[in-house]
């Protein structure tokens, strides 16, 4: 089961503009991670919320979480073409036991 | 830093034959995951393993099996490959307890 899901599919800007991904699951989570993956390549983790906190940042980096919509956002500031990439959250449901569950992702592509 | 190393980038194969995708970390993690992703569909969890000799079914095990004889290795076994299974498998690791995944760089498999 695909706990996650990330709106929109895919998201086209400039450089320099923000970048917002959204994010939608289904059960209880611990926490929620946002991942970045470069064309053909593997995941890199970029940012974890866990499931008491509401905001986080890290960098350009802003993550929100609401539980009670059981949703997540991620904010891209001033983005630049090196971001251009697709982005995944994932979660881990509260039961023990469980692996990651991700979305399916959202494309970026930032153009100069 | 960690590091998980998939033992193929790309691989093609023919139907029916027997083909064994390996992964291996180096940061002594308890966790082990096996994942496809397939464009539109996100990653889909195929296997994990939380200790050496235990696995657990994700979502879509079907079609493949996977052995974890060693804490730092597991592999996922397709023992008559289809043309369906043509898909980017990616391995991931991480700690007991800490929910941030370690991925591998994805090993590209075509069955023709």
């Known amino acids: 089961s695909q706990q996650g899901e990330e709106d929109p599919q895919a998201l086209s800007i400039q450089e320099g503009e923000n970048a917002t991904m959204n994010c939608s699951y289904k059960?209880?989570?611990?926490?929620l991670q946002w991942y970045r993956q470069n064309s053909g390549r593997g995941l890199v983790h970029l940012i974890l919320?866990?499931?008491?906190?509401r905001e986080k940042h890290s960098g350009r980096l802003r993550v929100t979480l609401d539980t009670s919509k059981k949703s997540s956002s991620l904010l891209i500031t001033a983005s630049r073409a090196a971001d251009t990439a697709s982005y995944f959250c994932?979660?881990?449901?509260?039961?023990?036991?469980?692996?990651?569950?991700f979305g399916k992702g959202t494309t970026l592509s930032v153009s100069s | 830093d960690v590091k998980v190393t998939q033992s193929s980038r790309y691989l093609v194969k023919r139907t029916g034959e027997k083909v064994f995708l390996e992964c291996v970390q180096d940061?002594?993690?308890?966790?082990m995951f096996w994942y496809r992703q397939d464009p539109g569909l996100g990653l889909r969890l195929i296997y994990f393993?939380?200790?050496?000799?235990?696995?657990e079914k994700g979502d879509i095990p079907e079609g493949y099996s996977v052995s974890r004889e060693k804490k730092e290795r597991f592999s996922l076994i397709l023992e008559s490959t289809s043309t369906n299974q043509t898909s980017m498998y990616l391995c991931?690791?991480?700690?007991?307890?800490?929910?941030?995944?370690?991925f591998g760089q994805g090993t590209r498999l075509t069955v023709v």
């Open positions: 994932a979660t881990d449901e509260t039961k023990a036991g469980t692996a990651l569950i």
């Open positions: 059960t209880s989570i611990n926490n």
């Open positions: 919320i866990r499931s008491n906190e």
């Open positions: 393993s939380y200790d050496v000799k235990m696995k």
């Open positions: 940061m002594d993690h308890e966790n």
């Open positions: 991931a690791s991480s700690l007991l307890g800490i929910p941030e995944a370690f």
